[in-house]
């Protein structure tokens, strides 16, 4: 297959499914409240760079719904602080 076509493929696929009209489209079968409400109790999730950024935000969020989570950094004492600093923000009641 010329690389052209490839390349062609390649754009719209990401113009679909990545750009702002993406978001509008698939956003509109959200349920609202289904993400927020969850409950996560006896799940189990891995969550890498967890230290930090989005890594962190989502174990924060898992972590707050009930779920076991763990905190895989490549930096044992920054994984430790972030899990001290998940434990002390606490659970949300579920």
């Known amino acids: ?6 390349s062609t493929q390649f754009y719209l696929f990401g113009r679909w499914h990545f750009t702002r009209t993406g978001w509008e489209k698939a956003s509109a079968k959200y349920v ?3 993400i927020e409400d969850a409950k996560l109790n006896g799940k189990v ?3 890498t760079g967890s230290n930090s950024g ?13 779920a076991k ?3 895989l950094c490549r930096n044992l004492e920054r994984a430790n602080k ?3 600093e ?9």
């Open 54 to 66: 989005i890594g962190r935000e989502c174990a924060q969020y898992l972590y707050e719904r009930g």
């Open 1 to 6: 297959m010329p690389q052209w076509i490839t």
């Open 69 to 71: 989570v763990y905190v």
């Open 82 to 84: 972030a899990r001290t």
């Open 45 to 47: 999730f891995l969550v």
């Open 32 to 34: 609202q409240g289904e």
């Open 86 to 94: 998940m434990m002390q923000k606490g659970r949300t009641e579920t």
